[in-house]
């Protein structure tokens, strides 16, 4: 089965050696995404800042592969500060509807560019060839 790589500037560039996101067949693999804002690669300010930029940097990429955040089957959070689970909890809530994707969260010691959380996920998009 081939793959391709999904690109989109309405996300952050590649900081180092991956892509965004790769689709195989209906299956988007996306990779971690931080609080960057895409145009200027700075990371926003704040837990709740970073949560939103996170979730809109998934949602460009799920867009770029012909798909949407409700499309998302795995969705993993990685938070510096557990304290801020029912924040990122309320945030979520706001970009997605039931059903909602199966998830983890992680405390983790640290995260790139000294962000505060970090999200990536498994995308299956919708069928088009009408089976």
Same mark, same amino acid.
């Not at 990371?43 to 709740?48: A, F, H, N, R, T």
């Given at each position: 089965?081939?793959?391709?790589?999904?690109?989109? /500037?309405?996300? @952050? +560039? +590649?900081? *180092?050696?991956?892509?965004?996101?790769?689709?195989?067949?209906?299956?988007?693999?996306?990779? *971690?995404?931080?609080?960057?804002? @895409?145009?200027?690669?700075?990371?926003?300010?704040?837990?709740?800042?970073?949560?939103?930029?996170?979730?809109?940097?998934?949602?460009?990429?799920?867009?770029?592969?012909?798909?949407?955040?409700?499309?998302?089957?795995?969705?993993?959070?990685?938070?510096?500060?557990?304290?801020?689970?029912?924040?990122?909890?309320?945030?979520?809530? /706001?970009?997605?509807?039931?059903?909602?994707?199966?998830?983890? +969260?992680? !405390?983790?010691?640290?995260?790139?560019?000294? +962000?505060?959380?970090?999200?990536? !996920?498994?995308?299956?998009? @919708?069928?088009? *060839?009408?089976?």
């Amino acid at each position: 089965m081939s793959r391709s790589v999904i690109h989109t /500037e309405l996300a @952050p +560039a +590649a900081i *180092g050696t991956y892509s965004q996101a790769i689709r195989v067949g209906s299956t988007v693999y996306l990779s *971690g995404q931080i609080g960057l804002d @895409p145009y200027s690669m700075q990371l926003v300010s704040g837990i709740e800042a970073q949560t939103r930029r996170v979730f809109d940097n998934l949602k460009a990429v799920c867009e770029a592969s012909g798909g949407s955040l409700a499309d998302i089957v795995k969705l993993n959070i990685f938070l510096l500060d557990l304290s801020h689970f029912q924040l990122i909890n309320q945030i979520m809530g /706001e970009y997605f509807v039931q059903p909602y994707p199966a998830r983890a +969260a992680v !405390g983790v010691a640290s995260l790139p560019k000294a +962000a505060m959380v970090e999200m990536d !996920g498994i995308v299956v998009l @919708p069928d088009s *060839g009408g089976n």
